[in-house]
């Protein structure tokens, strides 16, 4: 059995041919249900704890609900007396108040990645279910915060997007997108060219053109410089999460081994033992994971590295400064 989930796992065997229905593989919607009471462990709310990496340097990178100050100004017979700012009504001798407004409830938009390229791990998930996972406890929690909850679930040839509403309705609609498109992730699936990063974006600038809190979880394969420039755009006008899955494979790679890739149509072979070949490829991969890394110094954004390595509750715990 052990070598069979490590085939299944690998991508050599598909699920699909075995009946086997392995968690670590693909996910099914009553497991994606079934994550509600453990998301109340997790906190998507402005006052993030000191260690968290949605913190910014000073303030958190979240900025939610809660009360703005908009202006000081002088007093007028129809405002509230508690309002008044006596240190200022002091210095100035005549009196004065602060006004606050207080924001609206935040829509979320969790974009989730379930490319052919999710359909990979060599530890304990793919990253296809590490990021679905992600995606149905922050929605979860969202929701339960009193916030609104939108989605976009995108695979290679196919896209399902949900506007943001605070409706448990729209919630289960996301989560039953996110089990159809993860289903589709197998060793004997359609070899079509990937939807493009950049496409997706574009698709969220509509949905959420200003003051929103946007959860993008992906291994970002194939990003570029127009990548960088829409994102930048984004985070101008919305707060954005980045959930960046990762394999341990793209840090490290088996010494000695032979590594097989495929797009699915040609095959290559190399050779690890190869010190030189060996070192081409991990500055390849961990320079892709470092340039999304980066942009959390270049742009007003956050990065949680997730990993396929991990339970995905416990790391999103620890990323968030939360004691299990």
């Not at 033992?273 to 890394?293: A, E, K, M, P, Y």
């Amino acid at each position: 059995m052990r070598d069979l989930n490590a085939k299944i796992r690998t991508g050599l065997v598909s699920p699909l041919e075995t009946g086997a229905e392995d968690p670590r593989v693909q996910v099914t919607l009553d497991r994606l249900r079934a994550l509600e009471g453990r998301a109340r462990a997790l906190n998507f709310l402005p006052k993030q704890p000191v260690r968290s990496a949605l913190n910014g340097r000073h303030t958190s990178r979240i900025r939610g609900r809660g009360l703005d100050f908009e202006e000081l100004r002088d007093y007028l017979p129809s405002d509230d007396v508690r309002s008044i700012d006596w240190k200022v009504t002091a210095r100035t001798g005549s009196p004065h108040v602060r006004v606050f407004t207080e924001e609206r409830d935040r829509p979320t938009l969790i974009v989730l990645d379930q490319r052919m390229s999710m359909f990979f791990g060599t530890v304990l998930n793919m990253k296809s279910v590490t990021a679905a996972e992600c995606a149905a406890l922050t929605a979860f929690r969202v929701l339960d915060q009193g916030d609104q909850i939108g989605g976009i679930v995108f695979g290679d040839s196919h896209i399902a997007e949900f506007r943001p509403k605070r409706s448990r309705q729209t919630l289960m609609q996301f989560l039953t997108a996110i089990s159809r498109a993860n289903s589709l992730l197998h060793a004997e699936a359609p070899n079509d060219a990937p939807m493009a990063i950049n496409d997706i974006l574009r698709s969220i600038q509509k949905i959420a053109p200003r003051n929103h809190l946007i959860i993008f979880i992906s291994d970002f394969d194939e990003v570029d410089e127009t990548t960088r420039l829409l994102l930048s755009g984004m985070s101008r006008r919305n707060d954005i999460v980045l959930g960046l899955v990762t394999d341990p494979s793209a840090h490290d790679l088996p010494k000695g081994a032979p590594l097989v890739a495929t797009d699915g149509t040609l095959q290559a072979e190399f050779d690890l033992s190869d010190t030189i070949q060996r070192g081409r490829l991990l500055d390849f991969s961990r320079g892709r994971v470092q340039r999304i890394l980066d942009w959390q110094t270049k742009m007003r954004l956050s990065v949680l590295p997730l990993t396929t390595a991990e339970p995905t509750l416990e790391q999103m715990q620890r990323l968030m400064g939360i004691a299990p």
